[in-house]
């Protein structure tokens, strides 16, 4: 799995926001512009909404072809440089029938989110080009009081340059989750509270590995499957894995469910690594540890190198993930590395 990497973005530059699931921007205007400034006046972006990224929640759940046509217009639009979601759902799924693929293949630029975001980087992936698995406005962007350095820094590496991305290092200023009502307005710049980062787990694995990357969160991954945008079992072959949980919490026991697909499809046994998100809240992180080395025990896979606990996903600060780049778990020395850049 080779994929081309989108150009990098530069100061100035225009982004084109867009919902592809869930309305939240048009139902939290005041969250939404905040997200807007910072891209503005952290970044010095110039930004732009796609045609209906503002439309209520409820057309926008009605109208998933409208969807799909702004993320096709974003594309095929020369002077959009690059397309943030502004936060995830669960039905992106429903686009699909309404994509055409060659629009995106001839456009290839980046593409940010997360979550039920993850419908669209299997489309970016089907489509032959890295797109970036990380943060979206209405979460990182527009985060209470103040986006994290941690964030900062890691959309200022991966996005804005060309450079070898290199060693990953975990967040140490603290990872949170706490659930602040985006609806109330006097709560938007009320400081989160930060739990104690303590690193990431090397769980399994005794030697260094490489692959590329490929992964998303689990619960729409088992949305995806069986449709046109699975890949093929060659661009699985000697991947490095991740996966992430969303908000949803769901219980260990489909974590070894789901992994057991994986298993059953050869995707598992053709992996070099994997990596595990923190799961939303910290909630079940040592039973889906438990869960994930029982499936491995199970395919006798007793020396997978596995990172868990890690800083992506469902969780904030994030480091972002970008498709199909070369990337190095070292279990030797404890570190992760992406060994490319991600923009071109």
Not at 98 to 120: E, M, Q, R
């Amino acid at each position: 799995m080779k994929l081309i990497a989108p150009k990098a973005i530069s100061a100035g530059d225009k982004i084109a926001t867009i919902s592809m699931s869930w309305g939240g921007a048009g139902e939290l205007p005041h969250r939404y512009q905040k997200g807007k400034e910072r891209l503005q006046q952290v970044f010095n972006m110039e930004v732009t909404e796609t045609r209906h990224a503002l439309h209520p929640a409820q057309w926008l759940y009605n109208h998933p072809e409208a969807r799909a046509k702004d993320l096709m217009e974003a594309f095929s639009d020369p002077s959009v440089k690059a397309i943030i979601s502004n936060i995830g759902g669960d039905d992106s799924i429903r686009m699909l029938k309404y994509i055409d693929l060659d629009v995106i293949k001839a456009n290839p630029k980046i593409f940010l989110g997360f979550s039920d975001s993850t419908i669209t980087h299997f489309i970016c992936l089907k489509a032959g080009f890295s797109s970036f698995y990380g943060t979206s406005l209405l979460v990182g962007f527009a985060e209470n009081n103040a986006m994290h350095d941690y964030q900062v820094n890691d959309i200022k590496r991966t996005l804005f340059s060309s450079k070898t991305i290199g060693q990953i290092y975990p967040n140490k200023e603290g990872w949170t989750t706490e659930f602040l009502d985006w609806f109330d307005i006097a709560l938007q710049d009320v400081k989160r509270k930060l739990s104690l980062a303590d690193g990431w787990q090397f769980l399994r694995g005794d030697s260094v590995v490489q692959g590329r990357l490929i992964g998303g969160c689990m619960e729409v991954l088992e949305m995806l499957k069986g449709t046109e945008y699975w890949p093929s079992p060659e661009v699985w072959k000697d991947c490095i894995l991740f996966f992430e949980t969303s908000e949803e919490k769901p219980k260990p026991e489909y974590i070894r469910w789901w992994l057991r697909n994986y298993a059953a499809t050869g995707i598992l046994n053709s992996a070099k690594g994997i990596l595990f998100g923190r799961p939303y809240d910290n909630l079940y992180t040592e039973e889906y540890e438990t869960e994930l080395l029982k499936v491995l025990d199970e395919e006798g896979l007793y020396n997978l190198p596995v990172i868990t606990r890690m800083d992506f996903g469902h969780t904030c600060p994030t480091f972002t993930i970008p498709y199909g780049r070369l990337a190095e778990i070292n279990c030797i020395d404890q570190t992760f590395s992406i060994l490319e850049s991600a923009v071109s």
